[in-house]
T-cell receptor
Framework: DTGVSQNPRHKITKRGQNVTFRCDPI?????LYWYRQTLGQGPEFLTY????????KSRLLSDRFSAERPKGSFSTLEIQRTEQGDSAMYLC?????????????FGQGTRLTVV | GQSLEQPSEVTAVEGAIVQINCTYQ??????LSWYQQHDGGAPTFLSY????GLEETGRFSSFLSRSDSYGYLLLQELQMKDSASYFC??????????FGKGTRLHILP
Protein backbone atom coordinates (compact mmCIF):
# COMPACT_ATOMS: atom_id res chain seq x y z
CA ASP A 1 0.00 0.00 0.00
CA THR A 2 1.80 3.06 -1.27
CA GLY A 3 -1.06 5.47 -0.75
CA VAL A 4 -2.83 7.68 -3.26
CA SER A 5 -0.44 9.22 -5.76
CA GLN A 6 -1.12 12.36 -7.79
CA ASN A 7 0.91 13.79 -10.64
CA PRO A 8 2.08 16.37 -11.26
CA ARG A 9 2.35 18.02 -7.83
CA HIS A 10 2.42 21.47 -9.36
CA LYS A 11 1.29 22.80 -12.72
CA ILE A 12 1.57 26.32 -14.07
CA THR A 13 -0.24 26.96 -17.30
CA LYS A 14 -1.28 29.87 -19.43
CA ARG A 15 -4.93 30.80 -19.65
CA GLY A 16 -6.62 28.96 -22.48
CA GLN A 17 -4.37 25.90 -22.36
CA ASN A 18 -5.56 22.40 -21.54
CA VAL A 19 -4.21 20.49 -18.56
CA THR A 20 -4.50 16.89 -17.43
CA PHE A 21 -3.88 15.49 -13.97
CA ARG A 22 -3.43 11.87 -12.98
CA CYS A 23 -4.44 10.02 -9.84
CA ASP A 24 -3.36 6.51 -8.86
CA PRO A 25 -5.55 5.27 -6.00
CA ILE A 26 -4.71 2.63 -3.43
CA UNK A 27 -4.77 -0.61 -5.41
CA UNK A 28 -7.78 -2.37 -3.86
CA UNK A 29 -9.94 0.76 -3.64
CA UNK A 30 -12.81 0.80 -6.10
CA UNK A 31 -14.11 4.28 -5.19
CA LEU A 32 -12.21 7.28 -6.52
CA TYR A 33 -13.10 10.90 -5.83
CA TRP A 34 -11.96 14.23 -7.28
CA TYR A 35 -12.19 17.43 -5.25
CA ARG A 36 -11.07 21.01 -5.74
CA GLN A 37 -9.86 23.10 -2.81
CA THR A 38 -9.08 26.79 -2.63
CA LEU A 39 -7.38 28.58 0.23
CA GLY A 40 -9.42 28.59 3.40
CA GLN A 41 -12.17 26.39 1.97
CA GLY A 42 -13.10 22.76 2.28
CA PRO A 43 -12.68 20.21 -0.50
CA GLU A 44 -15.37 20.86 -3.11
CA PHE A 45 -16.82 17.71 -4.69
CA LEU A 46 -16.21 17.42 -8.43
CA THR A 47 -16.94 13.83 -9.38
CA TYR A 48 -16.51 10.22 -8.31
CA UNK A 49 -16.18 6.73 -9.73
CA UNK A 50 -16.96 3.19 -8.77
CA UNK A 51 -14.46 1.15 -10.74
CA UNK A 52 -14.64 2.60 -14.26
CA UNK A 53 -18.17 3.99 -13.92
CA UNK A 54 -18.55 7.70 -13.26
CA UNK A 55 -21.38 7.92 -10.74
CA UNK A 56 -21.92 11.64 -10.50
CA LYS A 57 -20.47 14.89 -11.71
CA SER A 58 -21.08 18.08 -9.75
CA ARG A 59 -23.71 20.28 -11.38
CA LEU A 60 -21.49 23.24 -10.55
CA LEU A 61 -18.78 21.82 -12.78
CA SER A 62 -18.25 23.42 -16.15
CA ASP A 63 -18.28 21.36 -19.33
CA ARG A 64 -14.59 22.24 -19.61
CA PHE A 65 -13.92 19.63 -16.91
CA SER A 66 -13.90 15.93 -17.70
CA ALA A 67 -12.69 12.90 -15.79
CA GLU A 68 -12.07 9.31 -16.77
CA ARG A 69 -11.12 6.07 -15.12
CA PRO A 70 -10.82 3.79 -18.14
CA LYS A 71 -9.80 0.53 -16.50
CA GLY A 72 -11.02 1.12 -13.02
CA SER A 73 -7.52 1.84 -11.77
CA PHE A 74 -5.93 5.26 -12.31
CA SER A 75 -8.00 8.31 -13.20
CA THR A 76 -7.37 11.49 -15.13
CA LEU A 77 -8.95 14.91 -14.73
CA GLU A 78 -8.75 17.22 -17.74
CA ILE A 79 -9.51 20.91 -17.78
CA GLN A 80 -9.89 22.47 -21.20
CA ARG A 81 -9.38 26.15 -21.99
CA THR A 82 -8.21 26.93 -18.48
CA GLU A 83 -9.27 30.14 -16.78
CA GLN A 84 -7.68 31.99 -13.88
CA GLY A 85 -10.59 30.90 -11.69
CA ASP A 86 -9.48 27.30 -12.15
CA SER A 87 -6.40 27.97 -10.03
CA ALA A 88 -6.74 25.67 -7.02
CA MET A 89 -5.52 22.47 -5.42
CA TYR A 90 -7.04 19.41 -7.08
CA LEU A 91 -7.32 16.50 -4.68
CA CYS A 92 -7.94 12.86 -5.41
CA UNK A 93 -9.15 10.36 -2.82
CA UNK A 94 -10.01 6.68 -2.80
CA UNK A 95 -11.95 4.32 -0.56
CA UNK A 96 -13.22 0.75 -0.37
CA UNK A 97 -16.76 -0.64 -0.15
CA UNK A 98 -16.02 -1.68 3.41
CA UNK A 99 -15.54 1.99 4.30
CA UNK A 100 -18.91 2.82 2.75
CA UNK A 101 -17.45 6.10 1.53
CA UNK A 102 -16.83 7.29 5.05
CA UNK A 103 -13.06 7.05 5.19
CA UNK A 104 -11.35 8.41 2.15
CA UNK A 105 -7.59 8.41 1.67
CA PHE A 106 -6.29 11.54 -0.01
CA GLY A 107 -3.33 12.14 -2.27
CA GLN A 108 -1.09 15.19 -1.82
CA GLY A 109 -2.92 17.00 -4.59
CA THR A 110 -1.99 18.86 -7.76
CA ARG A 111 -1.69 22.61 -7.35
CA LEU A 112 -2.78 24.37 -10.53
CA THR A 113 -1.85 27.97 -11.23
CA VAL A 114 -3.34 29.60 -14.31
CA VAL A 115 -1.51 32.74 -15.39
CA GLY B 1 -28.47 18.62 -2.13
CA GLN B 2 -26.15 18.62 0.81
CA SER B 3 -24.87 21.42 3.02
CA LEU B 4 -22.77 21.50 6.17
CA GLU B 5 -22.20 24.30 8.63
CA GLN B 6 -19.28 24.58 11.00
CA PRO B 7 -17.55 27.56 12.65
CA SER B 8 -14.82 29.10 10.56
CA GLU B 9 -12.37 29.51 13.43
CA VAL B 10 -11.90 28.34 17.00
CA THR B 11 -9.17 29.32 19.45
CA ALA B 12 -8.15 27.32 22.51
CA VAL B 13 -5.28 27.01 24.96
CA GLU B 14 -2.74 24.21 24.98
CA GLY B 15 -3.85 21.44 27.33
CA ALA B 16 -7.50 22.48 27.19
CA ILE B 17 -10.54 20.84 25.56
CA VAL B 18 -12.24 22.19 22.45
CA GLN B 19 -15.44 21.21 20.67
CA ILE B 20 -16.07 21.83 16.97
CA ASN B 21 -19.72 21.63 15.96
CA CYS B 22 -21.21 20.63 12.65
CA THR B 23 -24.79 20.74 11.42
CA TYR B 24 -25.79 19.23 8.15
CA GLN B 25 -28.61 18.96 5.64
CA UNK B 26 -28.49 16.06 3.28
CA UNK B 27 -30.59 13.47 1.55
CA UNK B 28 -29.76 9.81 2.04
CA UNK B 29 -27.48 10.41 5.02
CA UNK B 30 -25.25 7.49 5.87
CA UNK B 31 -22.61 8.82 8.24
CA LEU B 32 -20.61 11.80 9.50
CA SER B 33 -16.83 11.86 9.30
CA TRP B 34 -14.14 14.21 10.53
CA TYR B 35 -10.87 15.06 8.78
CA GLN B 36 -7.80 17.01 9.82
CA GLN B 37 -5.70 19.05 7.42
CA HIS B 38 -2.44 20.77 8.27
CA ASP B 39 -1.25 23.67 6.14
CA GLY B 40 0.17 22.33 2.90
CA GLY B 41 -0.96 18.79 3.64
CA ALA B 42 -3.73 16.51 2.52
CA PRO B 43 -6.88 15.86 4.58
CA THR B 44 -6.53 12.83 6.82
CA PHE B 45 -9.37 10.83 8.34
CA LEU B 46 -9.97 11.17 12.09
CA SER B 47 -13.27 9.52 12.97
CA TYR B 48 -16.67 8.42 11.77
CA UNK B 49 -20.19 8.10 13.22
CA UNK B 50 -23.04 6.26 11.57
CA UNK B 51 -25.15 5.84 14.70
CA UNK B 52 -26.10 8.24 17.46
CA GLY B 53 -23.64 8.56 20.26
CA LEU B 54 -20.02 9.15 21.07
CA GLU B 55 -17.04 7.48 19.42
CA GLU B 56 -13.68 7.83 21.16
CA THR B 57 -10.27 7.49 19.57
CA GLY B 58 -7.51 8.54 21.91
CA ARG B 59 -7.63 12.28 22.56
CA PHE B 60 -10.31 12.74 19.88
CA SER B 61 -14.00 11.93 20.22
CA SER B 62 -16.85 12.45 17.81
CA PHE B 63 -20.56 12.64 18.51
CA LEU B 64 -23.62 12.31 16.31
CA SER B 65 -27.30 13.03 16.76
CA ARG B 66 -29.14 11.95 13.62
CA SER B 67 -32.44 13.41 14.80
CA ASP B 68 -30.83 16.83 15.20
CA SER B 69 -28.62 16.52 12.09
CA TYR B 70 -25.78 17.54 14.36
CA GLY B 71 -22.39 16.30 15.34
CA TYR B 72 -19.23 17.51 16.99
CA LEU B 73 -15.56 16.72 17.28
CA LEU B 74 -14.04 16.92 20.75
CA LEU B 75 -10.32 17.35 21.13
CA GLN B 76 -8.84 16.86 24.60
CA GLU B 77 -5.44 17.69 26.06
CA LEU B 78 -4.75 20.00 23.17
CA GLN B 79 -1.23 20.04 21.78
CA MET B 80 0.35 22.63 19.53
CA LYS B 81 0.48 20.04 16.75
CA ASP B 82 -3.33 19.98 16.77
CA SER B 83 -3.31 23.42 15.13
CA ALA B 84 -4.93 22.63 11.79
CA SER B 85 -8.18 22.83 9.89
CA TYR B 86 -10.91 20.34 10.74
CA PHE B 87 -13.63 19.32 8.31
CA CYS B 88 -16.86 17.49 8.89
CA UNK B 89 -18.06 15.42 5.96
CA UNK B 90 -21.28 13.56 5.21
CA UNK B 91 -21.48 10.34 3.29
CA UNK B 92 -24.66 9.30 1.57
CA UNK B 93 -26.00 5.90 0.57
CA UNK B 94 -24.24 6.20 -2.79
CA UNK B 95 -20.94 6.73 -0.97
CA UNK B 96 -20.59 10.30 -2.16
CA UNK B 97 -18.66 12.35 0.42
CA UNK B 98 -19.36 16.06 0.84
CA PHE B 99 -17.17 18.27 3.02
CA GLY B 100 -17.89 21.33 5.09
CA LYS B 101 -15.87 24.51 4.67
CA GLY B 102 -13.71 23.69 7.66
CA THR B 103 -12.85 25.07 11.07
CA ARG B 104 -9.45 26.58 11.61
CA LEU B 105 -8.21 25.64 15.10
CA HIS B 106 -5.72 28.03 16.68
CA ILE B 107 -3.94 26.85 19.81
CA LEU B 108 -2.34 29.32 22.19
CA PRO B 109 0.60 28.30 24.39
Amino acid sequence: DTGVSQNPRHKITKRGQNVTFRCDPISEHNRLYWYRQTLGQGPEFLTYFQNEAQLEKSRLLSDRFSAERPKGSFSTLEIQRTEQGDSAMYLCASSTPENRGTEAFFGQGTRLTVV
Amino acid sequence: GQSLEQPSEVTAVEGAIVQINCTYQTSGFYGLSWYQQHDGGAPTFLSYNALDGLEETGRFSSFLSRSDSYGYLLLQELQMKDSASYFCAVGDRDDKIIFGKGTRLHILP
